[in-house]
């Protein structure tokens, strides 16, 4: 059965920094590309980042740019996310999945769709 549990949300300033975490079991973990999701109140989720099996290759969405970084660690089954000059608007609830591709290409991650969700981490960023 596939699980992913994220964790490390809460409420920061704007300015401050967060490292998300998200756990996968039930499938083999480097077979999989990972990405972070979220999703704002009254919003669509939308895409944040991506990373290929390996960690090798990295992509992110045009908001999070130079700000957030994705990382992995297949020896522990475990995503990150670094996030780093919050700003109010990142404020969502962030959610992780898997994927059997990894692509450059930011129609591709938007546009998935997935059997399975965690509950996600909530983000919130206020003074």
């Known amino acids: 059965q596939v699980q992913l549990v994220e964790s490390g949300g809460g409420v920061v300033r704007p300015g401050g920094s967060l490292r998300l975490s998200c756990t996968a079991t039930?499938?083999?973990?480097?077979?999989?590309?990972m990405a972070w999701f979220r999703q704002a109140p009254g919003k669509e989720r939308e895409w944040v980042a991506a990373?290929?099996?390996?960690?090798?290759?990295?992509f992110y969405g045009d908001s999070v740019k130079d700000r957030f970084t994705i990382s992995r660690d297949n020896a522990k089954n475990t995503l990150y996310l670094q996030m780093n000059s919050l700003k109010p608007e990142d404020t969502a609830v962030y959610y992780c999945?898997?994927?059997?591709?990894?692509?450059?290409?930011?129609?591709?991650?938007?546009?998935?769709?997935?059997?399975?969700w965690g509950r996600g981490t909530q983000v919130t960023v206020s003074s």
């Open positions: 039930g499938r083999t973990f480097d077979d999989y590309a």
């Open positions: 990373t290929s099996w390996n960690g090798y290759s990295k």
């Open positions: 999945n898997q994927d059997r591709q990894f692509h450059y290409d930011a129609k591709y991650w938007g546009t998935r769709k997935y059997d399975y």
